[in-house]
């Protein structure tokens, strides 16, 4: 059972545009964690959110955490060909488990 | 320099033969994990531990084993590897806390995995 769902699975877009990626789940999280991860690499921590509704900022990157825990969001501003890579978002549920839960993600390009 | 290092990088092997994949860190983090990675299935963790002699299973726990006998090493261990098993394996380590759960985990960088 996938519990956290990532929308798109594929994005491909030019330079310059904007895009938002989206981490949906019917459970409830502790904390989201947002990675990228490049080919022939393991996954690198991009923020984390904690509190519902928080939203962070990274440069043009922003992450927001839904009010209800149960969902995420990562949205890109003036995307550039350095973004490209495989986007995943990673929570811990908050039922006593210490399991991390990690998306399906989602394989961005940028075209210059 | 702070890493997580794993070994082999790169395995082909047959079906059956048993075999081990190394993970090592040198941060002195308490949690470590194990991650399977394949197409269309995102990241699916196996199995983590929390300190020494401390594991638990993760979502695909299934024809593998790990053991805990050093904070800093967290072996994965296949006893009879089978073709499905086949898969880009991760290490990760971070800090834990029972509350909060909010800490970064460092990844290895993988080790391809070939079963036939």
């Known amino acids: 059972t996938q519990l956290l769902e990532q929308s798109p699975q594929f994005l491909s877009i030019q330079e310059g545009e904007n895009l938002t990626v989206y981490c949906n789940s019917s459970?409830?999280?502790?904390?989201l964690q947002w990675y990228r991860q490049e080919p022939g690499e393991g996954p690198v921590l991009l923020v984390t959110?904690?509190?519902?509704?928080e939203v962070k900022k990274l440069k043009r990157l922003t992450f927001q955490f839904g009010d209800a825990r149960k969902d995420s969001s990562l949205h890109i501003t003036a995307a550039q060909p350095g973004d490209t890579g495989l986007y995943l978002c990673?929570?811990?549920?908050?039922?006593?488990?210490?399991?991390?839960?990690f998306g399906t993600g989602t394989r961005l390009k940028v075209l210059a | 320099e702070a890493q997580v290092t794993q070994n082999p990088r790169y395995l082909i092997t047959v079906t059956g033969k048993k075999l081990t994949v190394t993970c090592s860190q040198n941060?002195?983090?308490?949690?470590m994990s194990w991650y399977r990675q394949d197409p269309g299935l995102g990241l699916r963790q196996i199995y983590y531990?929390?300190?020494?002699?401390?594991?638990d299973k993760g979502d695909v726990p299934e024809g593998y084993k790990v053991s805990r006998k050093e904070k800093r090493n967290f072996p994965l261990i296949l006893e009879s590897p089978s073709p499905n098993q086949t898969s880009l394996y991760f290490c990760?380590?971070?800090?834990?806390?029972?509350?909060?759960?909010?800490?970064?985990?460092?990844f290895g960088p993988g080790t391809r995995l070939t079963v036939l």
């Open positions: 990760a380590s971070s800090l834990f806390k029972r509350q909060g759960s909010y800490n970064e985990q460092f």
């Open positions: 459970s409830v999280f502790s904390s």
């Open positions: 959110v904690v509190t519902g509704g």
């Open positions: 990673a929570g811990r549920l908050t039922s006593g488990t210490y399991k991390y839960i």
């Open positions: 941060m002195n983090h308490e949690y």
């Open positions: 531990s929390m300190n020494v002699e401390v594991t």
